[in-house]
T-cell receptor
């Protein structure tokens, strides 16, 4: 079956703009979580959604938001972009949520803010 | 809250030599433990996981890890390194209640011919 699909793969934005990233989970998976990966901070948890409900949120400013649709696809939005938001954004899908069920990661969206 | 410490940000091994990557965790509840591998410009691929049961866990590509509760460790090993093992490896911890993975800082493995 198809894996986790993230679009776009690469994105260049200007400071102050906003951006929306998309994640399509594996068919049948209802949990989608998002992570930010940077050389300085490593992999940091952004938020997790299950059946359209946010169950957990990491320590990121309110400029970072997300949502999940009824088909389990998820989007994350970053408003008023800052240079420090440049990162690889990874999406992970799982059946019930990470823990005792495996999380499958997409290839990520590489966001560059200039 | 859970956290993970990976000892050594870079490990260099000769082809055919033992690969040992160290991971220690902190968790207030029984943890779920994972090792992921990341190749350049790729996402994360699960190597193996520990949830409950047998403490020696076998994963893909010849990797295995042992959960040692008394040492709060989950070290990853592979008896014989291959050139294709060159990548970055992440240890992660989770529990059943917060639906997130907490990752270590990662260890980059280089394999010398």
């Amino acid at each position: 079956k198809a894996g986790v699909t993230q679009t776009p793969r690469y994105l260049i934005k200007t400071r102050g703009q906003q951006v929306t990233l998309s994640c399509s989970p594996i068919s049948g998976h209802r949990s989608v979580s998002w992570y930010q990966q940077t050389p300085g901070q490593g992999l940091q948890f952004l938020f997790e959604y299950f059946s359209e409900t946010q169950r957990n949120k990491g320590n990121f400013p309110g400029r970072f938001s997300g949502r999940q649709f009824s088909n389990s696809r998820s989007e994350m939005n970053v408003s008023t972009l800052e240079l420090g938001d440049s990162a690889l954004y990874l999406c992970a899908s799982s059946d019930q949520g990470v823990g005792n069920t495996e999380a499958f990661f997409g290839q990520g969206t590489r966001l560059t803010v200039v | 809250a859970q956290s993970v410490t990976q000892l050594g940000s870079h490990v260099s091994v000769s082809e055919g030599a033992l690969v040992l990557l160290r991971c220690n965790y902190s968790s207030s509840v029984p943890p779920y433990l994972f090792w992921y591998v990341q190749y350049p410009n790729q996402g994360l691929q699960l190597l193996l996981k520990y949830t409950t049961g047998a403490t020696l866990v076998k994963g893909i590509n010849g990797f295995e890890a042992e959960f040692k509760k008394s040492e709060t460790s989950f070290h990853l090993t592979k008896p014989s390194a291959h050139m294709s093992d060159a990548a970055e490896y992440f240890c992660a911890v989770s529990d059943s209640n917060d639906y997130k993975l907490s990752f270590g800082a990662g260890t980059t493995v280089t394999v010398r011919a």
